[in-house]
């Protein structure tokens, strides 16, 4: 019997496998035997969780094999982890350490200014970050199988995810109002290949699955992201950044299911200790603002 | 004929659109409340620790084997480990299927594969002879089956992928991300 390994049907098919559910950041063997106990649909095993990044500052990148192995070896959900953007060496290391899925991203320090990762190459899929339509069908073009909008990771705050979200959705629903003709100037002006502008438009959605990532901290703000729209959620520092981690990864989990039901909503925001402190955003310098990274 | 899919976590939406195809009505199963008025539920792939889990918090374990004691159940890759009798370690589970099951069976995300498979069951009740195209997304493999449950297809080393047992129907691999309706068809069949 013939098989085939590294199609982009089961590239975007173990995405479409994570769809309703939350993946969260882990830094530890013992984090993501929490996170998996939560009911995490996939962790991503990171050294540095985005705030400490924000915080310690200087170089973030590709996080030690040994901790990667460790995280892998604690669990039975995939196990993403990162690399810089246009790293593609960190990618062939991760590859090789048999990781399910690489997140190419912003949150770690740019390796290229100018290039991604060709993530057609590789058998291992590719996540990565958008934070509009013409972003997010680059990368695709590039061979992501999965999307996530970019949020301000690290801060807790919503709003970047939110905007993101809303970009990219209403772009698509602006793509599908559109008459036929129309389309290769509108992808001209986007910078998106046209062949997948068209395969938009005909869905009514991204050819992949897209999360939202970025700032979720708590049950509501999950629940308001799939309520707009995404397939998803990628929560970072808001679980082990709080003060009951392994209850507020939980509820966070119960929230992506029943994200229209305010009832559970409520039920499940109940009593589950200190958010993470959180930055307000508009009083952050721009310098310091990660999801403008990427090309 | 209304079918039920699981919507806990996973691919639920793939199989709706494949029922929406064949003109079959659907809808999502999030409480016990939602199984009311069912002939038959899909439990679609997923991560079945995180279904397994979402199950236990809202009650619907006992519901789903009392619905599966006179209904037909598929399960797709994590639905079938939710399926089993015994996945071999300790997860929640609905114990209503007398297969053994691995998780993970044929190791990471990289060996995820596609492949044709001969599925003579399929042949008779489609009447189509074409070969069976399954995609296999960190797929578990069924490790045996028991009592009144029988193989319907195992890959040509032996390692059984899908099996049925009266009503219910377990396969390793996901139709739902197909353009074949085959299978889809062939678990109508059961729920009528």
Known sequence: METTTGTFAVKKGLAQMLKGGVIMDVVTPAQAKIAEEAGACA???LERVPADIRAQGGVARMS?????IGIKEAVSIPVMAKCRIGHFVEAQILESLKID?????EVLTPADEEHHILKHNFTV???????????ALRRIGEGAAMMRTKGEAGTGDVVEAVRHARTVLGEIRRLQNMPEEELMAFAKTIGA???LVKETRDLGRLPVVNFAAGGIATPADAALMMQLGVDGVFVGSGIFKSGDPAKRAAAIV???THFRDAAILAEVSKNLGEPMVGRNISQMPEGEKIAGRGW | MKIGVLALQGDFSEHIVMLRRIGIESSEVRLPAHLEGLNGLIMPGGESTTIGKLAVAFGLIEPLREFGKSRAIWGTCAGAIF???DAKRDQPLLSLMDITVERNAFGAQVDSFEADLEIDALKEATGSNNPYHAVFIRAPIIESVRGAARVLSALPDGRIVAAQENKLLATS???????????HEYFLAMCR
Do not use: Q, W
């Open chain 1, 43 to 45: 962790v991503m095993a």
């Open chain 2, 83 to 85: 399926l089993s009798k």
């Open chain 1, 64 to 68: 030690d094999p040994e901790l990667i």
């Open chain 1, 254 to 256: 119960k929230a992506t």
């Open chain 1, 101 to 105: 899925y690489i997140d190419e991203s």
């Open chain 1, 193 to 195: 290949p046209y062949e």
């Open chain 1, 125 to 135: 899929p590719f996540v990565c970050g958008c934070r509009n339509l013409g972003e």
């Open chain 2, 173 to 183: 691999f996901h139709p739902e991300l197909t353009n074949d309706s085959r299978f």
